[in-house]
């Protein structure tokens, strides 16, 4: 009786073992298991949020779980970026991220979160910035506009204190010599509603929101090294004679500091196939922004090097009347 007993104990221990092993019962979880948050710290309808929603469509096929995204464009920005620098890193709460422009907030604002602390995970696109008026502006090229700036103070929109394009136009002031107030808005969308509607004379702009709107608008200059075949006829600044530095925005998708390296990867490769996948490619390419592929760890030294450009700069953001 005794060894029938111990056979059974036997068995009841390797078939514990079996289910230990799969996870069962000890609380593991495969992942993922649930749904995946991907945190967009700016308001619904930009540049950002539309680029990280076409993402994020493929990269939910890829993960076969539900991705959701959320706006969170609380305290300039601030808020969205903490909650997942602060968060576990559990691989379910991510972030849109955006160069140079998170470089920028924490280094001019001196922000409670070290964005090149995060995971990268992959880069997915790249925005060039542009100087646009209404398409019914008097201002016909940019010499028309820099000429009127110096006659009168105009008005500039900006999608944002803090922006790329805050810096472009700083960087116009110091560069070119223009006269003109910053008229902040709430992302993209308003400061272009705000062009449209007769509220400010130009707006500093991403070529995303710029394509969407490209039949009521004229751009004007463009900060890219060379022209864009986006934007064919749109001269580069260097061009016009203007030595203003190159200034593109990059966006990818990170997570948490210290995201496990098993949860990375699964992460990482599922980013890899939905930006190489055609569609993507053709979706985003017709929105307006350049379709990238970044690896984290490129993507991770593209975004050191933004530090460099805003380092260089950042006195602009304070304005001295």
């Given at each position: 009786m005794k060894k029938r007993?111990?056979?059974?104990?036997l068995g009841l221990l390797v078939v514990l073992g079996v289910f230990m092993a799969a996870g069962v019962g000890s609380g593991a979880e495969k992942f993922p298991s649930r749904e995946i948050v991907v945190v967009v710290p700016f308001t619904a309808g930009g540049p950002q949020d539309l680029g990280a929603r076409i993402a994020t469509e493929f990269f939910q096929k890829e993960m076969k779980v539900p991705v959701i995204v959320e706006n969170r464009p609380e305290a300039g920005s601030v808020?969205?970026?903490?909650d997942v620098y602060k968060a576990k890193p559990d691989g379910y709460l991510l972030l849109s991220t955006l160069f140079p422009r998170y470089a920028q907030t924490e280094i001019v604002y001196n922000t409670p979160y070290k964005i090149l602390e995060m995971t990268y995970l992959a880069a997915f696109n790249q925005s060039d910035q542009l100087v646009v008026v209404n398409?019914?502006?008097?201002?016909k090229t940019f010499k028309d506009l820099v000429d009127a700036s110096k006659k009168k103070s105009l008005n500039c929109g900006l999608p944002?204190?803090?922006?790329?394009?805050?810096?472009?136009?700083?960087v116009l002031k110091k560069k070119v010599g223009m006269d003109f107030e910053i008229v902040p808005f709430k992302g993209g969308a308003p400061n272009m509603m705000a062009l449209l509607g007769g509220n400010v004379d130009f707006?500093?702009?991403?070529?995303?929101?710029t394509s969407l709107q490209k039949d009521k608008v004229r751009s004007l200059g463009i900060s890219s090294g060379k022209r864009s075949p986006k934007f064919p006829t749109v001269p580069t600044f260097k061009e016009l004679g203007f030595d203003m530095p190159?200034?593109?925005?990059l966006q990818g998708i990170t997570g948490p500091p210290n995201l496990p390296e098993d949860i990375r990867k699964v992460l990482s490769?599922?980013?890899e196939r939905a930006i190489k996948n055609p569609e993507f490619i053709k979706k985003t390419d017709t929105l307006g922004p350049t379709p990238v592929y970044m690896a984290g760890p490129e993507f991770k030294a593209a975004g050191t090097a933004s530090y460099k450009l805003v380092d260089e700069y950042k006195e602009l953001f304070v304005e001295k009347k």
């Open positions: 007993n111990g056979f059974v104990l808020k969205g970026i903490l398409s019914a502006s008097p201002y944002g204190m803090g922006s790329l394009a805050h810096l472009q136009a700083m707006i500093c702009i991403d070529d995303l929101t190159v200034m593109n925005s490769d599922a980013m």
